[in-house]
């Protein structure tokens, strides 16, 4: 099955930090813009992020200043650095993949993962 395998979540303390990890099974991440994403309980699914297929990135106001997207291809791997992490940015956090761009609809995102949950208690 083509999806996404998320890692890196954890529980860290308000101000803390945390690198996200996204690796994909069964393909490579060449052509893809990728994005992260993110669900709180009882909320909405959110955009967090995204990286272009040539390196542009895109970030939510809630977290611009704080998160860092890259990617290495050579590793296939996508990264969210999480800095000064607060109560707010708990949720399950999922990476997907879009062949369009960035700012495509959640409808063209792809092979979403489980997510990796980050706990930051208030």
């Known amino acids: 099955q083509l999806q996404f395998v998320e890692s890196g979540g954890g529980l860290v303390q308000r101000g803390g930090s945390l690198t996200l990890s996204c690796v994909p099974s069964?393909?490579?991440?060449?052509?893809?813009?990728i994005g992260w994403f993110r669900q709180a309980p009882g909320k909405e699914h959110e955009g967090v992020s995204c990286?272009?297929?040539?390196?542009?990135?895109y970030y939510a106001d809630s977290v611009k200043g704080r998160f860092t997207i890259s990617r290495d291809n050579a590793k296939n791997t996508v990264y969210l650095r999480m800095n000064s992490l607060k109560p707010e940015d708990t949720a399950v956090y999922f990476c997907?993949?879009?062949?369009?761009?960035?700012?495509?609809?959640?409808?063209?995102?792809?092979?979403w993962g489980q997510g990796t949950q980050v706990t930051v208690p208030s």
């Open positions: 069964g393909f490579t991440l060449d052509g893809f813009a």
């Open positions: 997907a993949a879009t062949a369009v761009v960035c700012q495509a609809p959640k409808y063209e995102y792809d092979y």
């Open positions: 990286i272009s297929s040539k390196g542009s990135t």
